[in-house]
């Protein structure tokens, strides 16, 4: 049955397709860990973006109450409420770890803490930054790696509960032969629409599986934080065991009714907007 679009063009997803290992991704940088796992389609040939998918390797990206744009482009930034936001994407896999909070509050989230949990700290310190609460967008390794380390005994993690697994028990969940737990002592799991309100904000937790049966956005004001369903120019890989293609085209088909102007921080890479993957992304094919 086919649901309403809120806003723009009525792109339908059908399938997912192009999936090699992203370049950066044979960098002898890579963790050995994971060395056969790699998480981003490429773009399709004909896709005009491949230039936003260049190596975002710096430590931070201009906050939202700055003017300019981030790496590859961005909504102008008085689109967006002031607020905290800042990255850390100095790891191998280039995974971006979001941080997050209100204006008016000290304190932050974190989200997909998978490296360097002091460097993360330390990013939070220099902003007088004090983390209340750390979310996973999946249970990928390169997301959840730095989560015991970061959490300690105090700071509550959220997963969605067909990821939780992914922490205890890797293998079976579906990572790659050799990915440890994460012991996580403070585990709590969500499930679609739950709401989370933390440094003085509300986060709506959106299930969007296909990556991984767990995988979800998160969805404020006027950002949604899409883990790896969707990047500038590309879509996440759907092949893993514990992949589905057809929930993937179903939840890129939810990321479709999102209104275009909605900020979107993907998992991996620059920044973009719903608005701009609709009318670009080659993944996002009409039926
Ligand atoms: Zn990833
Ligand atoms: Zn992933």
Redesign the pocket.
């Known amino acids: 049955m086919k649901r309403p679009l809120r806003t723009g063009a009525p792109l339908r997803v059908t399938s997912v397709t192009s999936i090699t290992p992203r370049d950066v991704l044979t960098s002898t940088r890579r963790p050995a860990l994971v060395a056969s796992i790699s998480?981003v389609s490429t773009p399709a040939p004909e896709s005009t973006t491949t230039s936003t998918l260049s190596p975002f390797m710096s430590t931070s990206l201009p906050r939202t109450n700055d003017t300019g744009s981030a790496a590859g482009g961005s909504t102008p930034a008085d689109r967006l409420p002031r607020m905290y936001l800042d990255v850390f994407s100095d790891n191998s896999f280039e995974t971006n770890c979001w941080l997050l909070g209100a204006d008016g509050t000290e304190d932050a989230v974190v989200v997909d803490p998978g490296f360097s949990p002091d460097r993360v700290r330390a990013v939070l310190d220099a902003e007088s930054r004090r983390p209340v609460a750390v979310f996973a967008t999946?249970g990928?390794y390169?997301?959840i790696g730095a989560a015991a380390e970061f959490c300690g005994d105090d700071l509550p993690f959220y997963i969605h509960e067909a990821d939780a697994t992914a922490l205890t028990d890797p293998e079976g969940w579906g990572s790659g032969p050799g990915t440890p737990p994460v012991p996580v002592k403070d585990t709590r799991t969500m499930a679609d629409g739950d709401v989370l309100t933390f440094a003085g904000f509300r986060i709506e937790v959106v299930h969007t599986p296909g990556?991984?049966p767990g995988?979800v956005c998160f969805l404020t004001d006027a950002t949604v934080l899409s883990?790896?369903l969707i990047f500038a120019g590309s879509v996440?890989?759907s092949d893993f065991a514990n992949s589905s293609p057809a929930d993937m085209a179903r939840s890129l088909n939810r990321f479709l009714e999102l209104p275009d102007p909605t900020e979107v921080l993907p998992?991996h890479g620059p920044r973009t907007t719903v608005g701009r993957e609709r009318e670009r992304n080659p993944f996002l094919r009409e039926r």
């Open positions: 998480y999946h990928h390169d997301h990556h991984t995988s883990g790896d996440g890989r998992g």
